[in-house]
């Protein structure tokens, strides 16, 4: 029997639930039911992407400038999610062996989308919950012996790093890592610090395509065809490329790609992907086991075999690409870079040091400045708690700013006016 204070305790936390989902559900009905038409961006570019702010439910009195490390998912995505639990969970599908659980299904309604966004096929993608994820799947799959090498940057996310750090501890792997100039001055730059660094043990090329530390936009394309005329595997974190620029895994000519697309395509949290391409699919084993795990026709399908997950979560990154393909990846790329461009020089007229890249092809919408001797934890503290503006960086003194395509102009204005703020009420002018 439930007492009086376990009843109290049930109905508060439905009440509850209830109101949460009242109060969601309200705030997607006054979200735009449709992107503001293409022919407004051509008369008023600023009134267009002001328009597609509408579909965020960030308030319109927060600024968010933290793309890098997590994007918003707006309105159309998810609605796609509240579809998909609406869907799969009833329990009525027409074949009474179907059930709605990710880990024993092609998912191809989800694939094909994926595979042709980031210029690839179906086969060669495997759908997981993040790039930490698909990160683990490469080093812990790729067979290397005591002594073989693995080189990457000095600037990888740790889900990038560790996993390798991991495979050197248990296996005696050896990591070497290329220290990246800050900032990088242009891609032959680069490609010297690799070739360099490439030994007769060197077995594999780490490397983000974009920095999580600085923003670089390292060059992909290059670094992977010089892997591939020293016979060594090319893998590439691409955690923060899809949605933010173009991409075409085939163009890189990689080997590997992972990503994560609830940064800057605002895909659902927890929704990954891993590329392999198709030659290699047959050198990589998998880490987690399941039905089906060595049969070689699934190709990359296998690595996505994990047991029961979220699809709604995948209806809801279907979603985000026909949205993100509704606005336009060109469209989208020169939005990010003209605000990244921005933001950067303004900075740099306020005295701070880039750390991303003079050159424009090596950047697009994450920028990062030195400012010393501001204390980037006070300022990030500052911002957000008094002036609800995000900001994300790394001590002592780097900022990490991005510039998602729906922010305004006069945003970037209001963060520039109140970093001159803290300056002078710091008494650090």
């Known amino acids: 029997m439930l007492d009086r204070r376990r009843f109290l305790t049930a109905t508060t936390g439905l009440a509850a639930t209830m109101a949460f989902h009242g109060n969601l559900l309200a705030q997607l009905d006054k979200a735009p039911s449709t992107l503001p038409d293409h022919s407004l961006f051509e008369k008023n570019e600023d009134a267009y992407w002001a328009e597609l702010r509408r579909q965020f439910l960030i308030p319109a009195d927060e600024i968010y400038l933290n793309n890098g490390t997590v994007g918003s998912s707006p309105a159309p995505v998810l609605r796609a999610i509240f579809d998909g639990y609406a869907t799969t969970e009833r329990m009525d599908q027409q074949d009474p062996e179907d059930y709605p659980i990710w880990g024993y299904a092609a998912w191809n309604e989800f694939r094909d989308p994926l595979a042709d966004f980031v210029g690839c096929h179906r086969d060669e993608i495997a759908l997981l919950r993040n790039a930490t994820e698909a990160n683990s799947y490469i080093a812990n799959g790729i067979d290397l012996k005591p002594g073989d090498e693995v080189l990457m940057t000095d600037q990888e996310h740790p889900g990038g790093e560790h996993p390798w750090n991991l495979k050197a501890k248990r296996y005696g792997i050896v990591v070497k890592r290329v220290t990246l100039p800050r900032p990088v ?106 039905e089906g795990w060595d049969d070689p026709k699934l190709r990359a399908e296998r690595f996505q075999r994990i047991g029961s997950s979220n699809v709604p979560a995948l ?100 963060f520039l006016e109140k970093f001159d703020e803290y300056k002078r009420e710091k008494k650090l002018t």
């Open 185 to 290: 001055k242009d891609a032959a730059q680069v490609l010297n610090l690799f070739n360099d660094a490439i030994t007769p043990r060197t077995r594999v090329l780490f490397f983000s395509h974009i920095t999580t530390f600085s923003g670089v936009v390292l060059p992909a394309k290059e670094l992977s065809a010089l892997a591939r005329s020293k016979g060594v595997l090319s893998a590439v974190d691409g955690a923060h490329v899809p949605g933010m620029m173009r991409l075409s895994v085939h163009d890189l000519g990689c080997d590997m790609y992972s990503s994560s697309p609830h940064k800057w395509l605002q895909a659902p949290k927890g929704s990954g992907f891993l590329y392999v391409r198709d030659e290699v699919i047959d050198r990589l084993w998998n880490t987690i086991v399941t």
């Open 315 to 414: 209806w809801g990154l279907r979603a985000s690409i026909k949205l993100a393909n509704d606005i336009g990846l060109e469209r989208i790329e020169r939005r990010h870079r003209a605000l990244g461009d921005y933001i950067l020089d303004e900075m740099k007229k306020r005295g701070a040091e880039s750390w991303t890249s003079p050159d424009p092809a090596l950047r697009c919408a994450i920028v990062t400045v030195n400012v010393p001797p501001v204390p980037r934890m006070d300022l990030e503290n500052w911002m957000w708690k008094t002036h609800k503006i995000r900001i994300r960086g790394a001590d002592p003194n780097k900022l990490r700013l991005s510039t998602p395509y729906y922010l305004q102009r006069k945003d970037i204005d209001r």
